[in-house]
């Protein structure tokens, strides 16, 4: 019987025996070099803003891929090994920027935009909550659509705007506590034009909240002079 099995495993593969589970999991991924700059990108036009890198090479190709394979249906598990990649500059430049405008201790909100589709865009909001863990600042869905949109990929800069235009209104928070409201800090995954961020803004804005500005995983490079954008 002994000398039987050790005929058996001496046909079998190496590898069997060494790696029964090798197989790499979405969790394992290897982290993408995304050939990011050493501190995050941020500007002021036409809102301050910050983000991971610009939207370009690698993490271009990286956001793409995981719209191909993920659809949009909750396949946050794909996200992770490029989140992983691109948060830690990002986190870094958001609390030496926001730590000077608001108190230590005092957090703000981090609040994702909305898509109004059915299978909506997960990024801004697990973002959101990735940052979030980062800062200490809670996640709010203050936002809302207020009508259907366009998708703004094939659309020219003063579309962007009009299509944005009035998208959005503004749900209270479940409790309403005394005393200032906390500052707010958008999340999207690509800003462009800024049309959407903008009018995610006024909207906030117009209900008496302050907003400190817009964080996103990437910025699209501006045709010609790049007016308003500097490292960190």
Not at 140 to 154: I, M
Not at 193 to 200: D, I, K, N, P
Request: glycine share 10%; charged share 20%.
């Amino acid at each position: 019987m002994a000398a039987n099995l050790s005929a058996l495993l001496g046909w079998m593969p190496l590898e069997w025996l060494a790696a029964p589970n090798s197989k790499p999991s979405a969790a394992r991924a290897r982290r993408p070099n995304l050939e990011l700059p050493e501190a995050a990108l941020n500007g002021s036009t036409p809102l301050t803003w910050w983000a991971a890198g610009s939207y370009g090479g690698e993490l271009r190709r990286q956001l793409l891929s995981w719209r191909k394979q993920a659809k949009y249906e909750q396949r946050l598990d794909l996200l992770d090994p490029l989140l992983e990649a691109a948060l830690p500059q990002l986190a870094r430049a958001l609390e030496d920027h926001l730590l000077r405008l608001h108190r230590p201790g005092k957090g703000g909100l981090l609040v994702p935009i909305p898509s109004w589709k059915r299978h909506a865009n997960p990024l801004p909001g697990h973002l959101a909550q990735r940052l979030g863990a980062s800062l200490g600042w809670r996640q709010s869905a203050l936002l809302k659509r207020s009508r259907p949109v366009l998708g703004q990929h094939h659309l020219g800069r003063q579309q962007r705007w009009s299509n944005q235009a009035d998208g959005f209104c503004c749900q209270e928070p479940p409790q309403q506590r005394l005393g200032p409201r906390p500052p707010i800090l958008l999340i999207d995954d690509i800003l462009t034009t800024g049309a959407t961020l903008c009018a995610a803004a006024a909207c906030l804005e117009q209900k008496g909240w302050r907003v400190l500005g817009a964080a996103c995983l990437a910025r699209t490079p501006a045709r010609g002079a790049a007016a308003g954008v500097r490292g960190r």
